[in-house]
T-cell receptor, first 116, second 115 residues
């Protein structure tokens, strides 16, 4: 069965510090990987996606993520966090194959707090 | 681009009544739309997948007679919560996908409170 693990429920970083949010997946196919961000009471915004090619992908708002097949990971990073980055972040995996229903599987989310 | 809207953003209804939530893709044609439910401090739970012009596919454990989904056009899907009860109170989020592309674009969500 497909699954996504985000090991950290909460992370607190200081403004200006670097950030890494972890995501590990278990998937019986070549995965497509996504990171979404959700502000309180809002829907999800797509930060970045990986389909193939360069394993380091750039997204919006200065975020990047690196796909490491050997570690089944797709960690999200940002070199310098801003207070406005405080939100909840979701990792998701999917594959366009019928047996997976063309659906995304989401992790439980990581809440990022930014302290000044 | 890839904007999805939901209406209403908040709704309060009495137990036993029905509520309809609309999901629209504003600048693209959504061949597939998804409906999720999110409980406080939890991840998204997929309720159903709807393809334009066909019946929705419901996830295991989701009552299709209670959560009616209609995807009548390439830009509109609706979720109707029938005979709502307090336990149906939740945050409902829709998303839309264009063609065979896998990424989903999410609406802002609808907070449903059943009293």
């Amino acid at each position: 069965a497909q699954s996504v693990t985000q090991p950290d429920i909460h992370i607190t970083v200081s403004e200006g510090a670097s950030l890494e949010l972890r995501c590990n997946y278990s998937y019986g196919a070549t995965p497509y990987l996504f990171w979404y961000v959700q502000s309180p009471g809002q829907g999800l915004q797509l930060l970045l996606k990986y389909f193939s090619g360069d394993t380091l992908v750039q997204g919006i708002k200065g975020f990047e993520a690196e796909f490491k097949r050997s570690q089944s990971s797709f960690n999200l990073r940002k070199p310098s966090v801003h207070w406005s980055d405080a939100a909840e972040y979701f990792c998701a995996v999917g594959a366009p194959r019928l047996e997976y229903g063309n659906k995304l599987v989401f992790g439980a989310g990581t809440i990022l707090r930014v302290k000044s | 681009g890839a904007v999805v809207s939901q209406h209403p953003s908040r709704v309060i209804c009495k137990s036993g009544t029905s509520v309809k939530i609309e999901c629209r893709s504003l600048d693209f044609q959504a061949t597939t739309m998804f409906w999720y439910r999110q409980f406080p401090k939890q991840s998204l739970m997929l309720m159903a997948t709807s393809n334009e012009g066909s019946k929705a596919t419901y996830e295991q454990g989701v009552e299709k007679d209670k959560f009616l989904i209609n995807h009548a056009s390439l830009t509109l899907s609706t979720l109707t919560v029938t005979s709502a009860h307090p336990e149906d109170s939740s945050f409902y989020i829709c998303s839309a996908r264009q063609g065979a592309r896998l990424e989903q674009y999410f609406g802002p969500g609808t907070r449903l409170t059943v009293t």
